[in-house]
């Protein structure tokens, strides 16, 4: 990812700020928000972080605590130990396990248009791959032999930081937020051969990287 690219900090744990925030690119929050957040942008919202406010943002990733209402042009995710308390408005949301979501989600398909229901689904149903105005790696896992998906596949990927992250029932992982360079991703399940294989990122984009696993 290109330096201009890079996610950056705007509140920092145990940070309490009030207001309007406005920015483009990506962004993070650790701390304690109070006030409107309207962005072209990614925002990434970490698991101590707090906001009480409305949100309008192209692509939002939750695992903090959010009371207020989010719209998101991309899409929405939500991971543990995550909570919303407000409604969502966005083409995706994705809701892992354990995430506690008090609201309605509705798409709103053009102005004037009417509302319909949303892509609510569970993180084990989703394969779609990540928003194309972010840096990531994602792919689907298979085994080899009958070519059926493999779930809680292990997938390490080691760069400029590590990551870890697990396939849902669908095989599909994705590792997001990347900078630029050369990752390394090591691929392990229970039962077969470790797999192993290098993606360089030479700019903001998704990146598909899929494997086939070989049966002990």
């Avoid at 989600?105 to 229901?117: S, T, W």
């Avoid at 029932?169 to 392990?188: F, P």
Wanted: glycine content about 12%; overall charge neutral.
């Amino acid at each position: 990812m290109k330096g201009s690219d890079k996610a950056i900090t705007f509140l920092g744990k145990e940070t309490v700020f009030e207001g309007k925030l406005k920015f483009e690119g990506p962004i993070r929050i650790d701390g304690h928000f109070k006030g409107e957040i309207s962005a072209k942008g990614n925002l990434t919202v970490g698991a101590e972080a707090l906001i009480e406010g409305d949100i309008y943002v192209s692509y939002i990733s939750i695992s903090g605590e959010i009371h207020g209402n989010i719209t998101a042009e991309q899409r929405v995710d939500l991971h543990a130990p995550g909570k919303v308390f407000g409604n969502i408005q966005s083409p995706t949301v994705v809701i892992d396990e354990g995430v506690i979501f008090e609201g309605k989600a509705r798409m709103y398909q053009a102005k004037g248009a009417a509302e319909r229901a949303t892509a609510v689904i569970g993180s084990d149903e989703y394969d779609g791959g990540p928003p194309p105005n972010i840096t990531a790696i994602y792919g689907v896992v298979k085994d080899q032999s009958t070519g059926k998906p493999v779930k809680s596949v292990k997938v390490t990927c080691r760069g400029d930081g590590k990551t870890k992250t697990e396939t849902n029932a669908s095989g599909y992982y994705e590792v997001i937020n990347l900078k630029e360079g050369t990752w390394k991703l090591k691929v392990e399940a229970q039962g077969y051969q470790k797999e192993k294989s290098e993606v360089v990122i030479t700019g903001m984009g998704t990146y598909e990287q899929n494997y086939d696993l070989k049966p002990k």
